[in-house]
């Protein structure tokens, strides 16, 4: 066999000491397979980072709307930073859960994250009125975030 052929079993002779060919996995594909995905776990883990990345970003988007609010026209300099640094770091991490899991959702999830605990804030806080119609819709905002997550 040439060198650099990719072949990297070792040979006894004209004998491979390994059965299955270079081109084939030692793993033969049983039901679970999913052909073109990784079968090693890796696309979990990766999945799974993308969607705590997320929702971090998702609470990030509230930090940052709720400092917009607060930096009254960017004339507050700790709340403008605060803007600033926590826009960045929001979109930074959205854009990265976006390499992972569809835009749509992705975006939807992070809207939704960020909207709910916005307003949440705003009512706990004082800073807008709090109504029973209020806390039922931000629950449905939350509750169509999970089902999102759910289908995915």
Same mark, same amino acid.
């Given at each position: +066999? ?10 006894? #002779? ?11 996995s030692a ?5 679970? =397979? ?6 090693? #776990? ?6 799974? +980072? ?7 970003? #998702? ?18 300099l700790t ?11 929001s979109m ?7 390499? =992972?899991?569809? =835009? ?20 706990? =806080? ?6 029973? +119609? ?8 939350? #509750? ?9």
């Open positions: +066999m040439r060198r650099g052929s990719g072949d990297t079993s070792h040979h006894k #002779g004209n004998q491979r000491t390994n059965s299955v060919p270079w081109y084939q793993r033969h594909p049983d039901e679970r =397979t999913v052909p073109g995905q990784r079968q090693d #776990g890796v696309w979990e883990s990766w999945n799974t +980072m993308a969607w705590i990345v997320l929702v971090i970003s #998702g609470v990030l988007e509230a930090v940052w709307a709720t400092a917009l609010g607060k930096s009254e026209g960017f004339s507050r709340p403008s930073i605060v803007f600033g640094v926590g826009l960045l770091l930074a991490g959205l854009a990265y859960a976006m390499r =992972t899991l569809p =835009t749509g959702t992705a975006y939807a999830v992070w809207v939704g994250i960020g909207a709910s605990l916005t307003v949440a804030y705003a009512m706990v =806080t004082g800073a807008e009125s709090t109504s029973i +119609m209020k806390i039922l819709l931000i629950l449905g905002i939350v #509750g169509c975030v999970i089902g999102l997550k759910v289908l995915h």
